[in-house]
């Protein structure tokens, strides 16, 4: 089955409630919205990133990755 509409923008629109939204003032969108909730593919990934969101974050090791890196310092 395609799909018309690029799923891309969905991560973006997922807190629209936090960000004091409603959607069902936007009855395109959430018809969109609801079509890529529901793809089996958007539910494979949100659920593979459960595991992800509940580790614990080393943040020495993630601040080296982000800011300390240089052409000489990555490793092939």
Same mark, same amino acid.
């Not at 974050?57 to 052409?71: H, M, T």
């Given at each position: 089955?395609?799909?018309? !509409? $690029?799923? %891309? ?9 936090? @960000? $004091?939204?409603? /959607?069902?003032d936007?009855?395109? /969108?959430? #018809? ?6 529901? #793809?089996?593919?958007? &539910? #494979? ?7 992800? @969101? =509940? @580790?614990? /974050?080393? &943040?020495?090791? %993630?601040r080296? /990755? !982000?800011? =300390?890196? %240089?052409? =000489?310092? &990555? @490793?092939?």
């Amino acid at each position: 089955m395609g799909y018309p !509409l $690029s799923p %891309s923008p969905y991560p973006w629109i997922v807190p629209y409630q936090r @960000q $004091s939204q409603k /959607l069902e003032d936007f009855p395109h /969108l959430q #018809r969109w919205f609801e079509t890529i909730k529901n #793809r089996p593919a958007t &539910i #494979r990934a949100y659920e593979k990133a459960e595991a992800f @969101q =509940n @580790q614990a /974050l080393d &943040i020495e090791k %993630s601040r080296d /990755l !982000l800011f =300390n890196q %240089s052409a =000489n310092t &990555i @490793q092939h």
